[in-house]
């Protein structure tokens, strides 16, 4: 990657997006964009599709920032800390990395272990559900809640404002509604870092307002955003590709009921080939030339995580004894806050799914689609079918 003084170089090739089958099949979609060339233009989106320079753009935000892209996006008030670069991201990083790293998780594993068992429990009579409304949607809600100290009543609740605020984000022609349930969000968060302001107690949200450099109110409202815009999607994301990879691919699912210690090789490697985040969008802060293509300033470009995931490595997921890197997270220094999180939410669910559901399958005729290009790629409906395993384990223990 090299910076330039003024806009010179190719044209990035242009790809028809209805010829690219990324909706249902990543694989050839992915391949059909790198095959194109390191810069590509997408309807009005520009992308970055080679590892090399994907990974150069995460770690420069001095020249792809984040902040001029969710200014760009509308983000409804500045998310920390996704909405800023070094220096100010540096501080928020320094407050709130403590809070999510493996050890500080421990303590809440038992009651997101319990959750996770009696969310699956619940289904497993039933014979069938849609694995996202079902399981991938509720059980990252249930998570903030027990993490922010909220009430597990709320979650229906959070559900809704989440779905109706992330409209309102992608949407060109605003709902009243979704309006009405983005103030309700707001008002909502507002009223929890008051009281936790004024009657602290042991949840992350009372320990980031008086930690020795506590967050504004302000900024714990814009944690709580992020959170719920960035933080609840991702896992339903990837909860639904898992739980789809496993109905598909019967080898993997008794691999993994043998095995049940590689459930985190399976999440790794999930990670890599279905990545939620497909892409991450960042603005140049100055011209910059990419395999011969010049890129202006002030360019919305979109880096190609699934394709520098999918790059030299195998097309789907493998159980065997290499370990593939991925960026799923990210690169640098805005790798996300809450990788360590949502690798426990998805082991717990898996484990207690495989658990319970051993045998399962996708209902005939269904064929899960994504939407693409977007930030945050999964499906909106996974139904999955199996029998009875409550009444089989008690044939089997007759």
């Known amino acids: 990657m090299t910076t330039t003084a003024l806009h010179t170089g190719l044209d990035p090739v242009v790809l028809d997006i209805d010829a690219i089958p990324m909706a249902t099949d990543r694989t050839r979609g992915w391949e059909m964009i790198r095959a194109a060339g390191p810069v590509v233009r997408i309807g009005d989106l520009i992308m970055l599709t080679r590892r090399e320079d994907v990974l150069a753009a995460l770690r420069q935000p001095q020249l792809f920032s984040s902040r001029k892209a969710f200014d760009q996006m509308g983000a409804p008030l500045p998310l920390v800390p996704i909405s800023y670069d070094p220096p100010e991201h540096t501080r928020y990083r320094t407050i709130l990395q403590p809070h999510f790293s493996p050890r500080a998780l421990a303590a809440m594993r038992p009651s997101l272990h319990r959750q996770a068992e009696e ?12 694995a996202i409304t079902d399981v991938a949607v509720p059980y990252p809600s249930q998570v903030f809640l027990t993490m922010f100290g909220l009430p597990p009543d709320d ?14 984000a992608t949407q060109p022609d605003p709902d009243p509604d979704h309006l009405v349930a983005a103030l309700e969000l707001f008002a909502y968060a507002s009223h929890a870092v008051a009281h936790r302001r004024a009657r602290p107690a042991d949840d992350l949200l009372s320990r980031l307002l008086t930690a020795p450099e506590p967050l504004k109110d302000s900024e714990a409202v814009a944690l709580c955003f992020v959170f719920v815009l960035a933080g609840l999607d991702t896992v ?85 004894d290499e370990t593939r890197r991925h960026w799923a997270f990210g690169s640098g220094p805005h790798r996300c806050l809450g ?25 005939p005729g269904v064929e899960p689609r994504i939407q693409f290009p977007s930030i945050n790629a999964g499906f909106d409906s996974l139904p999955l079918r199996w029998a009875d395993q409550r009444r089989l384990r008690r044939c089997e223990r007759r």
């Open 119 to 130: 969310l699956v429990d619940n289904l497993a009579g039933r014979g069938g559900c849609d």
């Open 155 to 168: 979650r229906d609740k959070l559900i809704g404002w989440k779905d109706a605020v992330l409209a309102l």
């Open 236 to 320: 339903t994301s990837s909860l639904g590709f898992a739980l789809w990879k496993l109905a598909t691919r019967p080898d993997l699912r008794h691999r993994l009921r043998a095995e049940p210690e590689r459930i985190g090789q399976f999440i790794e490697d999930l990670l890599r080939v279905e990545s939620t985040a497909q892409c991450l969008p960042r603005v140049t802060t100055r011209d910059v030339t990419i395999g011969g293509v010049g890129i202006p300033a002030d360019t919305l470009v979109w880096l190609g995580i699934g394709a520098a995931n999918r790059e030299a490595a195998p097309p789907d997921v493998e159980l065997d």
């Open 339 to 363: 990788s360590h999180l949502a690798r426990l939410e998805l082991r717990l669910v898996l484990g207690a799914w495989l658990e319970t559901i051993p045998d399962f399958e996708l209902v």
